[in-house]
């Protein structure tokens, strides 16, 4: 989707190595959220956030940290990369404070750790 | 704990058919449910958004209904085409202040022209 963005789109990494994944959105939504997709449990989420600095777990949040220091962008870490964190990664934006509001996704980053 | 189901999980159908897809939800205390397409290896794409207070939502070929109290959407798909195959995936938001997204595991649509 046009206002939000995902970086990178695919990424190989090393057990054990740190990876960042990042999320920008143009929206001004108030929340953001990472989720992870893999066969057999769809789409499970891992954090959120509802404010700048302000972020809560999800139901796969062990191994992950988040940050968001400013509106616009939402950070993923992998501290220390595992095989089990292969997996399709998606950012989403919301805003509770807007009328009718839903869910928008970005395109996804792909991230295999070998 | 919110759950969400989706039946079926998979479905083949001829091109033009009319089609039915269904989601449960194990508690009603929802803000809204939406609809999302999936083609493979591509983000999720919103087709319908449906408010609690609401009872039915439409977009071109796509009509979904919402019942709260029994924990029930249907995604109605008219005159299906080779075009529409994909996941389709229902999502209900529940939680303070609506904040979590509870996806169910899809629906893999095929239509065979």
């Known amino acids: 989707d046009a206002g939000i963005t995902q970086s990178p789109r695919h990424k190989v990494t090393e057990t054990g190595t740190p990876v960042t994944l990042r999320c920008h959105q143009t929206e001004n939504h108030r929340y953001m959220y990472w989720y992870r997709q893999d066969p057999g449990h769809g789409l499970r989420l891992i954090h959120y956030s509802y404010g700048v600095k302000d972020t809560d777990k999800g139901e796969v949040s062990d191994g992950y940290s988040v940050s968001r220091s400013k509106t616009e962008d939402f950070l993923l870490t992998l501290e220390s990369a595992t095989s089990s964190q292969t997996s399709v990664y998606f950012c989403?934006?919301?805003?509770?404070?807007?009328?009718?509001?839903?869910?928008?996704f970005g395109s996804g980053t792909r991230l295999t750790v070998v | 704990k919110q759950e969400v189901t989706q039946i079926p999980a998979a479905l083949s159908v001829p091109e033009g058919e009319n089609l039915v897809l269904n989601c449960s939800f194990t508690d009603s205390a929802i803000y809204n449910l939406q609809w999302f397409r999936q083609d493979p290896g591509k983000g999720l794409t919103s087709l319908l958004l449906i408010q609690s207070s609401q009872r039915e939502q439409t977009s071109g070929r796509l009509n979904a209904s919402l019942d709260k109290s029994s924990g029930r959407s249907t995604l109605y798909i008219a005159a299906s085409q080779p075009g529409d195959s994909a996941t389709y995936l229902c999502a209900v938001v529940s939680g303070t202040s609506g904040s979590r997204l509870t996806f169910g595991e899809g629906t893999q649509l095929t239509v065979n022209p």
């Open positions: 989403a934006i919301s805003d509770p404070d807007r009328p009718g509001y839903g869910y928008t």
